[in-house]
């Protein structure tokens, strides 16, 4: 007999505006301990100093999250020129300064390098492994890491303002795997001045903004007064809300069953290719994630929701 979960069987997404200070891990751990939730996790790490959008699945949405993990990403933030850092950003050591400040036209020029397809090193203080420990770990033991460039897409990089001549502020919208600060290293390499990230924060990611987001200040002011568990329900977005870049079927009464089970599915659909990434909903509700094939949904994600704890 399989071991029983402790906790509610709570499933939905959540939009977090995160803090500086705490790590996404913190947020996770807070919110299901707050949910009283079985399993939570999160699609996409941002730095503890870090503030913005963190979507956070509990139960059944656990499922999709490496769709919003793969999904594209935006951020604002702030490099400030003149200095580079241990860590890429501004919680680190200086490491070395520079005199020199790049014009706008300057930095304008050298943005085209850091768009589409290109390789960045991650930063020394990251969660890399290296022969199975993390980059992090061992930068804080004095031990430099030979990490290798990874590839990053990089859909869109633009200067948004330029407060002062030590500073410009930058959005940028990119795939998965991103570091920001590497952004910020390298374009400070390339303007031959140096620069690190002051602040960063994290816009969307997937089809989830920062509209309406949850603040742990909110978490922490309705468990104080109410408790934790149901009182925070209301702030749940459904697990179909993490699917909504896909394409979606219908599975008839005998598909649905079937999928629940794991086995392929009867579905009703119009104009999607065979081997198509798609999900079958029954009844207005996720039944799981699969490949179509010849009318029917092959399921790699079963997702069990229970109407009556599932946002």
Known sequence: MGRTRKGRAVSGWLVVDKPAGMTSTDVVNRLRWAFQAQKAGHAGTLDPAATGLLAVAL????????LIADALKAYRFRVTFGSATDTDDAEGRITEHRENRPSDAAIEAALAQFRGQIFQVPPQYSAVKVDGE???DLAREGIESDLAARPLWVDRLDM??????????FEMVCGKGGYVRSIARDLGQALGCLGHVAWLRRLWS?????????????????VTGQG??????GFLLPLETAL????????????????????????????????SLCWASHQGRAVALGHYRGGELHPSRVFQQDSDNTA
Do not use: Q, S
Not at 228 to 233: E, K, M, T
Not at 267 to 272: C, E, K, M, P, Y
């Open 59 to 66: 139960g059944e949405a656990t499922k999709t999250i490496p």
């Open 134 to 136: 993390r980059a992090y």
């Open 160 to 169: 948004v303002a330029r407060p002062d001549a030590d500073h410009a502020e």
């Open 206 to 222: 997937g089809p989830f903004v920062l509209d309406g987001a949850l603040t742990m200040d909110t978490v922490n002011a309705i």
């Open 228 to 233: 934790r568990g149901a009182a925070l329900d």
């Open 244 to 275: 909504a870049l896909l394409p979606e079927v219908r599975a008839t009464a005998e598909g649905a069953a079937r999928l629940r089970h794991g086995n392929a599915g009867t579905v009703i659909t119009a104009g999607l290719d065979w081997g």
